[in-house]
């Protein structure tokens, strides 16, 4: 019997749709074959699903196993597949009726006792699920707050393997996470205010038209004059985020793995301040794993270029 279960990659901060795809074989002896282009961290995911599923007391299937990974010509990175590789293995043994993984989309790391780990680009995936007309969409607890900010997606967070299965077969009745526009927005924190420059009344006038309307500032001044102080509290007179500014914002951060906390959205503007030595990649991004770059991470932000030289 062959089961399939959907789920999703990230290419840079886009989710790209997978379709995890188990058939059980017959055979002398336990084999779990992975095709489809896996990176050493889902490869791995083999491991992590056999003792999940065993510790969580339910039938791994003593057959040879064959998982493809589709579409076969994009490469598949972390280990968020192994929410889905095990849900297909599940259904593909009769553990889980194939019928409630219609319309739906997994994703989730797996302890080794079925615990179900926060994973990156949350956000992403449920802004995708919503553009593909997915109905469900079942992650880490952790993850859930801010992926139901996706319209018309059902989110479910579960904190282990064996609540999703139970979920699945009807047992357990988790409720899916309702976004409230209200209730997720709060005021922004950053730990520092405009306020707390005293004197510079110049420096803060420059500061406040450029906040005023959207300019480039340059700062020139001998070390200690204040140029990095003043710039670390521009974020603070900016105007608040908007809500589609702040979905944004949380998508690079949630995609980069530095959003931290359990908040839904993100409702600080960025204030990135790379250091003058690091690398291009490290500025605009990209790499043979595409990441977003300080560029990308000062979105509706501030960027902070200190020690810029000028060219000769």
């Not at 801010?146 to 979920?167: H, Q, R």
């Given at each position: ?6 789920s ?8 790209l749709?997978?379709v995890?795809?188990?058939d059980?074989v017959?055979a002398?002896?336990?084999k779990?074959?992975?095709?489809g ?5 889902v ?5 992590r699903?056999?003792t999940?599923?065993r510790n969580?007391?339910?039938?791994f ?5 064959i998982c493809?990974l589709?579409?076969?010509d994009?490469r ?5 597949l ?6 297909s ?5 009769g ?6 993984m219609?319309?739906?989309l997994?994703?989730g790391?797996?302890?080794l006792?079925g615990?179900?780990r926060?994973i990156?680009g ?13 109905k ?13 900010i996706?319209?018309?997606v059902?989110?479910?967070g ?5 609540e999703v299965v139970e979920l ?6 988790l ?7 209200m209730e ?6 950053y730990g520092?205010d405009?306020s707390d ?9 420059a500061?406040?038209i450029a ?8 700062m020139?001044g ?10 670390r509290?521009?974020?603070?007179i900016?105007p608040?985020?908007?809500l589609?500014?702040?979905?944004e ?5 949630s995609a980069?793995g530095?959003k ?13 301040s790379?250091?003058?030595?690091a690398s291009?990649a ?5 790499g043979k ?7 990308s ?16």
């Amino acid at each position: 019997m062959i089961a399939q279960a959907h789920s999703a990659t990230l290419l840079g901060i886009d989710a790209l749709p997978i379709v995890v795809e188990m058939d059980l074989v017959y055979a002398s002896e336990l084999k779990f074959i992975m095709v489809g282009l896996p990176d050493k961290a889902v490869e791995e995911s083999k491991e992590r699903v056999q003792t999940a599923i065993r510790n969580c007391n339910l039938d791994f299937p003593k057959k040879k196993i064959i998982c493809n990974l589709a579409p076969g010509d994009i490469r598949k990175e972390g280990p968020w597949l192994d929410l889905p590789i095990a849900v297909s293995l599940l259904a593909a043994g009769g553990s889980v009726p194939s019928r409630e993984m219609e319309g739906a989309l997994f994703l989730g790391e797996l302890g080794l006792d079925g615990a179900l780990r926060a994973i990156n680009g949350a956000v992403s995936v449920a802004l995708m699920a919503a553009e593909r007309g997915y109905k469900r969409l079942i992650l880490p607890l952790a993850n859930a707050p801010e992926a139901a900010i996706a319209p018309g997606v059902e989110v479910y967070g579960a904190n282990s393997l064996l609540e999703v299965v139970e979920l699945l077969n009807g047992s357990m009745m988790l409720q899916p996470f309702q976004f409230n526009e209200m209730e997720a927005a709060r005021l922004p924190d950053y730990g520092v205010d405009y306020s707390d420059v005293k004197g510079q009344r110049q420096s803060i006038r420059a500061l406040e038209i450029a906040a005023a309307g959207g300019h480039n500032v340059l700062m020139t001044g001998p070390p200690g004059s204040g140029k990095t102080m003043l710039a670390r509290r521009l974020p603070t007179i900016l105007p608040p985020l908007a809500l589609q500014e702040s979905i944004e914002v949380t998508r690079i951060f949630s995609a980069s793995g530095k959003k931290g906390g359990n908040t839904a959205l993100v409702w600080e503007r960025p204030f990135r301040s790379p250091h003058h030595s690091a690398s291009h990649a490290a500025i605009v991004g990209g790499g043979k794993n595409p990441k977003p770059g300080e560029v990308s991470m000062a979105h509706h932000g501030v960027l902070f270029l200190d020690e810029t030289r000028r060219a000769r």
